[in-house]
C-alpha cells in the first residue's frame, strides 16, 4: 500500500527515535504518562478523591483520548501495523487505555491504568539505554543458570519452616495464636526472613527456644542466595571477557567495553 508523505512525516516524529522531533515527541508522552499514572495514584488517597474526584476523572478521561489518538496515529502511520499491534509496545499502549473504558462497566477498573507506566520503558530509546543491554543479558543469564540451586535452597528452607512450624504448633498451640501448622509455618518464615511482623509470638521457654533457634537459621541461610547468583555473575563475566580475542598477539581475557588490547595494544576491531 503506498504511502502517503503525511503518513511518513508522522512515522519519523512517533517512531524516529534518533531525530530531534522524535526525541521531543518521546519525552513528551513519557511526562504525559507519568503525571496521568500519579493522578491515578492520588485517585486513591480519600480525602483527594472526595474533593477532587470528579475533575481527576475528566482529566483522565482527558489522557486517554490523547493516549487513543496516539496509538491509533501509530497503527496509520507505521509500515508494518499487525507486527506493531502485536509487538511488546503495541500490546502496552493498548492496555493503557483500555481500563478507562472498562471503568464504564466495572468502576473499579480504571485503577488499572498504573499499567501505564509501562510506557515509560520507551525512555530506554530516548536516552540510548539499549547499549546496557548486554549486562542486563549477562545477568538474565546468571539467574538461569542458578536456577536449579535457588530451587535447591528454597525447598531446604520450606523443609526447615515446616519442621520449625510443626514444633511451635506442638509447643505453643493455639491459645499462643499458633493456631494451626500452616499459621505456624508462616510465623517460621517471617522470623527465618528476619521480618518480624510479632502478630504471633512465642509465650513458653521451649517455644522461645526454637524461636532462636529459627532466627539464628535465618541469619546463617539468608546470604545463600546472594552468594549462589554472585558466583554465576562472576563465572558469566569471565566468560564475556573470556570471549574477546586479540587478532594480534591472541590474548583473552579483554573487558567487555574494551576497543584496545591491554597486551599489545593492537585494535581489537570492535569499533562500530
Not at 92 to 116: C, E, K, N, Q
Not at 188 to 199: A, S
Amino acid at each position: 500500500m503506498k504511502r502517503t508523505a503525511l503518513q511518513r512525516k508522522l512515522n519519523i516524529i512517533i517512531f524516529g527515535h534518533d531525530t530531534p522531533s522524535g526525541k521531543t515527541f518521546d519525552l513528551v508522552l513519557i511526562w504525559l504518562i507519568v503525571i496521568s499514572v500519579l493522578l491515578v495514584m492520588l485517585e486513591t488517597v480519600s480525602w483527594i478523591e472526595q474533593e477532587w474526584g470528579e475533575w481527576l476523572i475528566m482529566i483522565e478521561w482527558g489522557f486517554t483520548v490523547v493516549f487513543t489518538l496516539e496509538y491509533l496515529v501509530r497503527i496509520y502511520v507505521t509500515e508494518r501495523r499487525w507486527a506493531y499491534i502485536r509487538s511488546f509496545y503495541g500490546i502496552v499502549d493498548l492496555l493503557s487505555i483500555l481500563p478507562t473504558y472498562l471503568g464504564l462497566f466495572f468502576t473499579d477498573a480504571r485503577y488499572l491504568l498504573i499499567v501505564r507506566v509501562l510506557r515509560v520503558l520507551r525512555v530506554f530509546r530516548v536516552l540510548k539505554l539499549v547499549q546496557y543491554m548486554s549486562e542486563a543479558n549477562i545477568l538474565v543469564r546468571s539467574m538461569k543458570m542458578s536456577r536449579r540451586k535457588i530451587f535447591v535452597f528454597f525447598s531446604t528452607v520450606l523443609v526447615l519452616s515446616t519442621i520449625f512450624g510443626s514444633l511451635m504448633y506442638i509447643v505453643e498451640g493455639p491459645e499462643h495464636g499458633f493456631t494451626s501448622i500452616p499459621k505456624s509455618i508462616y510465623w517460621t518464615i517471617v522470623t527465618i526472613t528476619t521480618v518480624g511482623y510479632g502478630d504471633i509470638t512465642p509465650h513458653t521457654v521451649m517455644g522461645q527456644f526454637i524461636a532462636s533457634a529459627a532466627m539464628l537459621t535465618g541469619y546463617s541461610i539468608i546470604a545463600v542466595p546472594t552468594g549462589i547468583l554472585t558466583a554465576e555473575l562472576a563465572s558469566e563475566m569471565q566468560k564475556e571477557r573470556t570471549q574477546i580475542v586479540c587478532p594480534n598477539c591472541h590474548h583473552a581475557g579483554h573487558e567487555s567495553d574494551a576497543f584496545h588490547c591491554k597486551h599489545c595494544g593492537s585494535d581489537l576491531g570492535r569499533r562500530s
